[in-house]
């Protein structure tokens, strides 16, 4: 069944049963016998050809504004804010602001703090280094996540644990819970709403040279971010930075210990840390779907989608397929001829801060991979569902200190 036409012909994934995995045969064998499947919650497109054609599709909108409303939040702090992200936005509305936000997120802003995300993952490293042990997630993962925030907002990194807090909080809004959730998250945001509104008048007064101060006092052609934009941006970027880097942290050195080898050359060639991290992305990666949502009617390869059809891009099965990927979910730090995956979404809503997060992760990797060899996962681990946004919530590990 290589390219059904009719979504009867197609498989089924129940991708909300509590035993679900990205990683079980079930999807790889329906990966094999159709390029989409059927989902509770509309179609998942499950190969690499197919999740790239249609990321960048126009009869598709990003997929996430009406969340809080189908799962019975309809208002409140959340609700407003999620309805003015970035990450919702469309048209002349998404385009005008991802323009005044885009300069702060360059490649040279990443090359700047490149030395201070280093310096970062190195103190944190030493806290336990000789210990033979760590719970990576508490240890290393959020704590580096938050406090490279703090560095690119020009924070006293005492806050990381404030933000990580509230960070930790609203994250339980992309849960099918958040309606039981609501009051936490709406104080969680209204904390953030605080927080920022001060860092946004103390940089007003005192401009530096950080992210915040950037955005504050640019502008382009006379126009800049409003007050409610400019505090709606950073506290995303605030959400969105601790959550995915800490998650993604956590599955790539899972993807590693599973990778014994490949962490040696690592740790004997550090200049390969942005292949590393692109490989444990691809196969391992914090958001394993993109959503988008048909704004129309439209056929795609014979296959009818009606306006309002969800549609699940599937990350991880596309970074995976074997008809992009011959190694699958092998990796292998030394290729050359890797097509580039999607984890970073794409298209108009390709990730805003991919150069960042790319430049801290591939600054903490390779000081893990200096100082930690003969990697282990320990008892007691626990983990977010294999489906949607995933990660390690605790992570104990054992290791050997290298000499």
């Known amino acids: 069944m290589a390219n059904p036409t009719t979504t009867d012909q197609a498989p089924y994934l129940n991708i909300a049963a509590p035993g679900f995995s990205m990683h079980s045969e079930e999807l790889r064998d329906a990966r094999a016998n159709s390029w989409y499947a059927r989902t509770n919650y509309g179609l998942a497109i499950l190969r690499y050809a197919e999740v790239t054609q249609l990321l960048k599709h126009p009869s598709l909108s990003q997929g996430s ?34 323009r005044l936000l885009n300069p702060a997120f360059s490649p040279a802003s990443a090359r700047d703090l490149a030395p201070q995300f280093e310096a970062i993952a190195e103190e944190l490293v030493q806290g336990f280094v000789n210990d033979g042990r760590a719970e990576f997630v508490a240890d290393f993962a959020a704590p580096f996540a938050s406090r490279a925030l703090c560095a690119m907002m020009g924070l006293p990194h005492h806050h990381w644990q404030f933000i990580a807090e509230r960070a930790d909080t609203v994250g339980y809004a992309l849960g099918v819970t958040v309606k039981e959730d609501i009051d936490k998250i709406d104080a969680a945001i209204g904390e953030f709403y605080e927080f920022v509104e001060q860092l946004i008048a103390e940089r007003t007064q005192n401009p530096g040279s950080d992210i915040v101060s950037r955005l504050v006092q640019y502008t382009d052609a ?31 050195l899972q993807t590693y210990i599973r990778n014994p080898q490949q962490w040696e050359i690592l740790a004997a060639q550090p200049e390969l840390a942005r292949a590393a991290i692109e490989e444990g992305m691809r196969v391992n990666p914090t958001t394993t779907w993109v959503t988008r949502e048909a704004i129309e009617d439209f056929e795609f390869q014979g296959l009818q989608v009606a306006a309002g059809t969800t549609v699940h891009l599937f990350t991880y099965a596309a970074g995976t397929d074997p008809q992009a990927y011959p190694d699958g979910d092998d990796i292998d730090i030394l290729a050359t001829d890797r097509v580039p995956h999607h984890t ?60």
């Open 222 to 252: 006379g126009d800049k971010l409003t007050p409610a934009e400019l505090r709606n941006a950073i506290v995303l970027m605030l959400f969105g930075g601790m959550d995915t880097t800490r998650n993604q942290l956590g599955l790539i």
């Open 344 to 403: 970073f979404g794409g298209g108009v809503h390709h990730c805003l801060g991919h150069y960042i997060a790319r430049a801290d992760m591939s600054a903490a990797l390779p000081i893990l991979a200096r100082h930690l060899t003969n990697i282990r996962a320990a008892d007691g681990d626990r983990w977010l569902p294999d489906s949607g946004n995933t990660g390690p919530i605790e992570f104990p590990i054992t290791f050997d200190r290298r000499s």
């Open 65 to 98: 504004a009406k969340w809080p409303d189908h799962h019975g939040v309809h208002s409140g702090l959340f609700h407003d804010w999620w309805s003015k992200n970035l990450l919702v936005l469309e048209g002349e509305e998404h385009h005008r602001i991802r």
